[in-house]
């Protein structure tokens, strides 16, 4: 049993409509499903990703209006990588964003503060592209590559942890795990001396790929190494675990599958506010009090 790499990253936004803005229309990400936070209904969950909604592509926001900038600390994600193809990628990159390309690498912030690193791909997993009239194809982002979170505990408990779990070191430093498909990592910095606050612009959990049929196994497999999960939770479009990796990191094991298709036709993922069957009887009370967001797709013009 191999967790297939990162399956999404969920950080925190406390303004929508320019994060919307920032993730579609300058990273070029597709917008590919607008809901709401199900364990707190009266904001969004705001998912982006590749064309087609995959996982290993899909970063999410839940939105708490006029959230203060809050802070990576001790047991926080603070730095998303994300796959690129060339490095004409990164020089393309490095000047859409104004950010100063490092050897094979672009780091820059989000409008809130969150870190990315733009990397080289270096493996045979599928590139998970989005379109974007001013991205060409071969430039635009692939996927995840990995996460960068801080701990107080480096190779010790975490590292124990992770092997449980069928992680591998690689490079003395980055934590792999790779399924038949994809593979991702993560690895862990020293901490700053200022505690971590969460707030915008902030992780608020990293969540590894599993197949459907090994789900199960999985909430048994992380109870027996002492990562105290949760029971499975249906969230509609996959089925999650939530537990804390010993340096405090908040980790989800989430399902590849059914997908974001299973209620919306692929064609118009992302238009219009979608809540699955369970919920969709609070849609009369939640719907007018979420913040209104513009199509991101509505301007494109069609050769």
Known sequence: MKLEGVHHVTCITGDAPQNVEFYTGVLGLRLVKKSVNQDDPTVYH??????????GSDITFFEYPGAKNGRAGSGMVHTVLWRVGSSAALDFWAA??????DGDSVRFKDPEGLQHELVLSTVADEPLVAEHPEIPHELALQGFEGVRAYTPLPETASAEFLQKLGFELQDGSRWETRGEKRGGWIAYDEPPAEPGVPGAGTVHHVAWASLMEEQEAWQRHVAEVGGRPTPVIDRFWFRSIYFREPSGVLFEIATLGPGFDTDEDLAHLGEKLILPPDFEH??????PILTPLPDPRESWTTA
């Open 96 to 101: 859409r964003l104004d950010a100063v390309r």
């Open 46 to 55: 705001l998912f982006y990703a590749d064309e087609k909604g995959d996982a």
């Open 282 to 287: 609070l849609r009369a009370k939640v719907e």
